[in-house]
């Protein structure tokens, strides 16, 4: 049970909210208010609890958390010493919405229901503090205009061996960091005896906070994990990960998954592991590629701690996703960064291209061979379960992605299928990639279904072809989302009177798909459940041109991508993208 302790009027003026309320009234109020402490990792409470009091942070962190679309507990926000908790459900007179934890050993302020509204009686300024605060909270679900004080702050960076020089690759960090105006403060193991008050002013008075040190049972390390509202393992890709990698300790950002591994890649070093060995064996969430003698690795790193980082999401829709191309070639030649990646359907494989770390002739190249100059799609049978074998694309994934691992691409990236089985999405952040694309591309009747782990997967179009809403929990930097799923109907010529199967092959022979190949394309991606609300969730969108264009007009490569170009270079002449700069 958390632990109480009597309230003195200096307590309550102490917290920032309600230092200007008349001392008379907040004596009152501390007679009947309530001190608690909660140690990290224990919940003030989950959704659905009553909403019976309003909590203010005297000390500690907060997080607050949602189960996102694929399941797991993502972070919304930090909530910091001064600010209220449980705000939004207490005004409204609602169950909490979401869940709250306590990060590190926290002391809270509880006033009830009637003890606070006696004193914002007293002190009318106390519901409109709370409400500018609510507008501001609200305001963060939009990733370019998040509260500073909801981001995380301390970052721990942990090295997996003692030939990694943590100090060293703190400070190129706080340089990146510097150069997007952050104030950053780097400690180490020599400011192990500095007081917490210590700790508590660094935090205060700088932006972000790099904390270093090797993973050790020794004091520095568990002080580290306490502290930490991210942790970083720092990790040799030349190298294999002993597993469990991180000793026994309860810390609060490790039981939130808060752990991403950064893969330390040195010149001329042969990568012997994985990164989904490194992912597993820390727990973590994300993984990330760091190339030592490449700066923008560096400064990719220092925009994602900075909420900075740039999710790029790209929709499905057949041959008009070329689109997606000509966009990625504007946004690079802008010196846009582009630095998480996702998609469905033949966005997720544009998307997959991207964050192979590819060049623009090499994605064209790559998209031209496998799509264009042939059809992947023509190996046409008597349908069963779909109206082509899929050997074709299976090949193909197979030759331009080949055993890659999700983990192992340059960039972080996500694909989305539709699990016929469950009846959800399925949000592909790991694994063999080539398997999770063929999973996000299997347009139902058109392509066989794929089955993994014995559920059945199809094309993610059908539930979610513009995943904005997984890349916002994904990362908390902007999303940029390009879509290019809207397109004319279907000619009805083609289904009046239609001949029977051997009739259309004699007509048309093999080459040219039948009717029913455009109806089940068509249906398969008309779904508009919640797009304007993906769309809106978008904090950059760009709509492509291409009205005339049809989802399987393969040929058609040059007149989409320059749809896509012409689009995104008109977003960057309006000033649209120029926050990403």
Same mark, same amino acid.
């Given at each position: 049970?958390?632990?109480?302790?009597?309230?003195?009027?200096?307590?309550?003026?102490?917290?920032?909210?309600?230092?200007?309320?008349?001392?008379?009234?907040?004596?009152?109020?501390?007679?009947?208010?309530?001190?608690?402490?909660?140690?990290?990792?224990?919940? %003030?409470?989950?959704?659905?609890?009553?909403?019976?009091?309003?909590?203010?942070?005297?000390?500690?962190?907060?997080?607050?958390?949602?189960?996102?679309?694929?399941?797991?507990?993502? %972070?919304?926000?930090?909530?910091?010493?001064?600010?209220?908790?449980?705000? *939004?459900?207490?005004?409204?007179?609602?169950?909490?919405?979401?869940?709250?934890?306590?990060?590190?050993?926290?002391?809270?302020?509880?006033?009830?229901?009637?003890?606070?509204?006696?004193?914002?009686?007293?002190?009318?300024?106390?519901?409109?503090?709370?409400?500018?605060?609510?507008?501001?909270?609200?305001?963060?679900?939009?990733?370019?205009?998040?509260?500073?004080?909801?981001?995380?702050?301390?970052?721990?960076?942990?090295?997996?061996?003692?030939?990694?020089?943590?100090?060293?690759?703190?400070?190129?960090?706080?340089?990146?960091?510097?150069?997007?105006?952050?104030?950053?403060?780097?400690?180490?193991?020599?400011?192990?005896?500095?007081?917490?008050?210590?700790?508590?002013?660094?935090?205060?008075?700088?932006?972000?906070?790099?904390?270093?040190?090797?993973?050790?049972?020794?004091?520095?390390?568990?002080?580290?994990?306490?502290?930490?509202?991210?942790?970083?393992?720092?990790?040799?890709?030349?190298?294999?990960?002993?597993?469990?990698?991180?000793?026994?300790?309860?810390?609060? #950002?490790?039981?939130?998954?808060?752990?991403?591994?950064?893969?330390?890649?040195?010149?001329?070093?042969?990568?012997?592991?994985?990164?989904?060995?490194?992912?597993?064996?820390?727990?973590?969430?994300?993984?990330?590629?760091?190339?030592?003698?490449?700066?923008?690795?560096?400064?990719?790193?220092?925009?994602?701690?900075?909420?900075?980082?740039?999710?790029?999401?790209?929709?499905?829709?057949?041959?008009?996703?070329?689109?997606?191309?000509?966009?990625?070639?504007? $946004?690079?030649?802008?010196?846009?960064?582009?630095?998480?990646?996702?998609?469905?359907?033949?966005?997720?494989?544009?998307?997959?291209?991207?964050?192979?770390?590819?060049?623009?002739?090499?994605?064209?190249?790559?998209?031209?061979?496998?799509?264009?100059?042939?059809?992947?799609?023509?190996?046409?049978? %008597?349908?069963?379960?779909?109206?082509?074998?899929? #050997?074709?694309?299976?090949?193909?994934?197979?030759?331009?992605?080949?055993?890659?691992?999700?983990?192992?691409?340059?960039?972080?990236?996500?694909?989305?299928?539709?699990?016929?089985?469950?009846?959800?999405?399925?949000?592909?952040?790991?694994?063999?990639?080539?398997?999770?694309?063929?999973?996000?591309?299997?347009?139902?009747?058109? $392509?066989?279904?794929?089955?993994?782990?014995?559920?059945?997967?199809?094309?993610? #179009?059908?539930?979610?072809?513009?995943?904005?809403?997984? *890349?916002?929990?994904?990362?908390?930097?902007?999303?940029?989302?390009?879509?290019?799923?809207?397109?004319?109907?279907?000619?009805?010529?083609?289904?009046?009177?239609?001949?029977?199967?051997?009739?259309?092959? *004699?007509?048309?022979?093999?080459?040219?798909?039948?009717?029913?190949?455009?109806?089940?394309?068509?249906?398969?991606?008309?779904?508009?459940?919640?797009?304007?609300?993906?769309?809106?969730?978008?904090?950059?969108?760009?709509?492509?041109?291409?009205?005339?264009?049809?989802?399987?007009?393969?040929?058609?490569?040059?007149?989409?991508?320059?749809?896509?170009?012409?689009?995104?270079?008109?977003? %960057?002449?309006?000033?649209?993208?120029?926050?990403?700069?």
């Amino acid at each position: 049970m958390p632990q109480k302790q009597i309230l003195t009027l200096e307590d309550l003026q102490s917290i920032s909210t309600l230092a200007g309320a008349p001392k008379g009234a907040l004596r009152t109020a501390a007679k009947n208010a309530e001190w608690i402490k909660i140690p990290g990792g224990k919940a %003030l409470f989950q959704p659905g609890d009553h909403a019976n009091s309003i909590y203010f942070v005297k000390s500690g962190v907060f997080g607050a958390f949602h189960r996102a679309s694929d399941g797991e507990l993502e %972070l919304l926000g930090y909530i910091r010493t001064g600010e209220p908790v449980g705000e *939004m459900a207490f005004l409204g007179a609602t169950p909490h919405a979401s869940a709250v934890y306590a990060l590190r050993d926290a002391e809270l302020i509880r006033l009830p229901r009637d003890v606070f509204n006696k004193l914002s009686r007293k002190f009318p300024d106390l519901l409109l503090i709370l409400s500018q605060m609510i507008v501001l909270r609200m305001r963060s679900n939009n990733r370019t205009t998040l509260n500073e004080r909801s981001q995380p702050k301390v970052f721990v960076m942990l090295a997996t061996s003692p030939t990694i020089a943590t100090k060293y690759l703190a400070k190129q960090l706080a340089n990146q960091l510097t150069i997007i105006g952050k104030t950053v403060k780097i400690i180490g193991p020599k400011d192990q005896q500095q007081s917490p008050y210590w700790f508590d002013q660094q935090e205060q008075v700088h932006d972000i906070i790099l904390l270093y040190g090797p993973i050790a049972d020794n004091d520095w390390f568990r002080l580290c994990m306490r502290y930490a509202d991210r942790i970083w393992i720092l990790g040799r890709a030349d190298a294999r990960p002993s597993d469990p990698l991180l000793p026994p300790e309860n810390s609060p #950002a490790r039981a939130m998954r808060l752990i991403d591994v950064i893969l330390l890649h040195n010149q001329d070093e042969r990568a012997v592991s994985k990164g989904k060995d490194w992912k597993k064996a820390a727990n973590a969430s994300r993984v990330f590629h760091w190339r030592t003698s490449n700066k923008e690795d560096a400064a990719r790193i220092a925009r994602t701690a900075a909420g900075r980082s740039v999710g790029l999401v790209l929709s499905g829709g057949g041959a008009r996703a070329y689109a997606h191309i000509g966009a990625v070639r504007a $946004l690079r030649e802008a010196n846009i960064p582009i630095d998480f990646c996702g998609g469905t359907s033949m966005g997720a494989i544009i998307a997959a291209n991207v964050a192979m770390g590819w060049c623009d002739e090499k994605i064209e190249q790559s998209i031209l061979e496998a799509f264009v100059n042939s059809n992947p799609v023509n190996d046409y049978v %008597l349908p069963v379960v779909s109206l082509t074998k899929g #050997a074709r694309v299976k090949r193909r994934l197979a030759k331009h992605f080949g055993c890659i691992d999700i983990e192992n691409m340059v960039l972080p990236f996500f694909c989305v299928s539709a699990n016929l089985t469950t009846g959800q999405p399925t949000i592909h952040r790991e694994g063999l990639l080539r398997e999770a694309l063929r999973a996000s591309i299997a347009l139902p009747g058109v $392509l066989p279904p794929v089955v993994m782990n014995r559920e059945v997967h199809v094309d993610g #179009a059908v539930l979610n072809n513009f995943p904005v809403d997984v *890349m916002q929990d994904f990362h908390r930097g902007p999303v940029l989302g390009i879509d290019v799923s809207q397109v004319r109907g279907l000619e009805a010529e083609e289904f009046i009177d239609p001949p029977g199967f051997f009739g259309w092959v *004699m007509k048309n022979g093999f080459r040219k798909a039948p009717p029913i190949a455009s109806l089940l394309l068509r249906t398969a991606t008309l779904s508009t459940s919640n797009l304007d609300v993906r769309r809106a969730n978008a904090d950059i969108l760009i709509l492509p041109e291409m009205e005339d264009m049809d989802l399987r007009d393969w040929k058609s490569f040059d007149k989409a991508t320059q749809a896509g170009y012409v689009a995104t270079v008109k977003a %960057l002449d309006a000033g649209l993208l120029d926050n990403l700069r």
